[in-house]
């Protein structure tokens, strides 16, 4: 487990059955997105390709917090990798309508437990 934190922002990184997964707890905005995109982009820099990025307990995530998610999507469909997100469900004090629009973007689950499940059945 790896865990850094920058002042309201705190990233941990675990594995489990070979799926990376990132939590953040906090605020995740633009003065401290960078943290949060760092530990994403360790994961994808290392060839995993099984990602889930857990915000359910982020107590705000802004644009530029979903921003970095939407990259490193990205980023991870490169390798032919995927990237699930939990926790995105317009709780986290920004506007539901464009969290709800990014929602749209990403793949989601309600739990990391069925994100884990969704992984491995799509890479069998």
């Not at 986290?92 to 992984?119: I, N, P, Q, R």
């Amino acid at each position: 487990m790896l865990e850094k934190q920058l002042d309201n922002l705190r990233v941990r990184r675990t594995v489990v059955n070979s799926v990376d997964i990132v939590k953040a707890y906090g605020k995740c905005d633009v003065f401290l997105v960078q943290l949060f995109k760092d530990v994403m982009a360790e994961v994808i820099d290392e060839g995993n390709t099984k990602l889930i990025v857990d915000v359910k307990d982020l107590d705000c995530i802004d644009s530029s917090g979903l921003v970095a998610v939407l990259w490193a999507k990205h980023k991870i469909e490169e390798i032919g990798g995927k990237l699930i997100v939990v926790g995105l469900n317009g709780s986290h004090g920004y506007k539901v309508g464009l969290v709800d629009e990014f929602c749209g973007l990403f793949s989601t689950a309600s739990s990391v437990g069925h994100a884990l499940k969704s992984l491995s059945i799509k890479t069998r």
